[in-house]
């Protein structure tokens, strides 16, 4: 079909996700036909470097050939089958393969198929493991303004924001919410620690007051991503952990964003040593090739679920694709491909080079630059309309999303947040294509001159 009918079609049907859909109704979208590596390639035959892994999940590339053939090869035997009451070898395999990584605390693994499943789940775990282990009353929790969990009903309660979620606000059920150490946005600027220690001795007042209501606090470990890449400082998350433990409440760390590497390490919680007592992942695990979550829980919340089929013991909850094996087996070509192409040495070497860049080529200096922000090649960086005061932008002006429009005629495919620039290209992005995305983006941040 050809790109015109495709567009007019797509807006007569599509409700498309997070997108105000009246602007939608007056563009032209861009229609993706095919990929080729790090590139998406639209109906008109354009290339696009994808600078946000498509949105946040893809790692090796599009097209890769062990990939493909993994799912190819899976194809040939069972698309799907349920984890209800029967099992599958790349599910198995798949868990035997992600316990020798994950931190140590953690050695039950419990699939779904996204995001907010996977938090959504280990929030229910959390409340029934107090129930189970005879405190039925610690079902509240401690969230972190602005983070972000998914879009079910749990997951927003945990990770509401005014602009998402208000008129769901009286469907949610009760958190304590601490202050996220966001050090540019904070009083003050050029003091992490003090924002550290200030926020720290926040957490610390809600556990005191309430640590006999609480069930777990949930963080996004190190980068708080869809808050605008904040980047907490060293140690933070270590203290949370600390705390948790302090005050007899779990820690649930969703590495939905952060996992699989685009920290520079497998799971980001691995920069502080942090062992917590659940943790999500979920879009980068199978490369970002298909729809697998999983929330890992440890041995003593595992056992506490243990018991005789009526004394409600039971984890009562599933997803129909639940542990797809397609979605299996990309997943255990993608940790192939991991080891295979050092994926990991490749996101520290790509940071050292952004480093320089940012660096070299003052992007910190141009006009509109307030903050660069970055763990791994997770980045954000901040337009602001004035730098000394950090005045935010009209968000009417849509600047961000004006920016990321303009990238494409740069072929690069961004997506911003608000008016931060969001680069995050898949983990294994060769040094050629990565230089290439962010030189285009040092070059429209110039370029704003002359459009704002
Ligand atoms: C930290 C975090 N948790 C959960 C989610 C939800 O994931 P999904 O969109 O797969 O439901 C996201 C999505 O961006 C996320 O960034």
Known sequence: MN???????????????????????????????????????????????DGVSSLWCNVHGHRVPEMDEAIRRQLGRVAHSTMLGLTHEPAVLLADRLMQIVPKSLKKI?????????????????????????????????????????????????GRTEAFHKPYFPLLFKVHFSPTPFVYRSEFPNDPERVKTECLAALEKILQEHSATLAAICIEPIVQGAAGMIVHPAGFLREVRRLATEYGVLLICDEVAVGFGRTGRMFAAEHENVEPDLMCVAKGITGGYLPLAA?????????SFLGEPWEGKTFFHGHTYT??????????????????????????????????????????????????????TMIGIELVEEQKSRKRFDPRRRVGAEFCMRMRKRGVILRPLGDVIVIMPPP???????MQLIDAVAVEMSAMETWI
């Open 3 to 49: 790109t015109d009918d495709l567009r007019q079609l797509d807006r007569r049907h599509i409700w498309h996700p997070f997108t105000p859909m009246k602007l939608w109704l007056e563009s032209d979208p861009l229609v993706i036909a095919a990929a080729d590596g790090m590139h998406l390639i639209d109906s008109d035959g354009h290339r696009y470097l």
């Open 110 to 158: 419990f699939y779904s198929d996204c995001g907010a499943t996977a938090t959504e789940i280990a929030f229910k775990l959390a409340v029934q493991y107090w129930h189970n282990t005879g405190q039925p009353r610690k079902t509240e929790f401690v969230g972190f303004t602005e983070a972000y969990h998914g879009d079910t009903v749990g997951a927003m309660s945990v």
């Open 295 to 303: 929330t890992f829980a440890t041995q003593k919340i595992f056992d």
């Open 323 to 376: 542990g797809n094996p397609l979605a299996c087996a990309a997943a255990l070509a993608s940790l192939d491909l991991f080891d295979k192409n050092n994926v990991l040495e490749n996101v520290r070497s790509n940071v050292d080079a952004f480093n320089d860049f940012a660096l070299k080529k003052e992007l910190r200096h141009r006009p509109f630059v307030g903050d660069i922000r970055y763990k791994g």
């Open 428 to 434: 294994a992005m060769g040094r050629e294509d990565f």
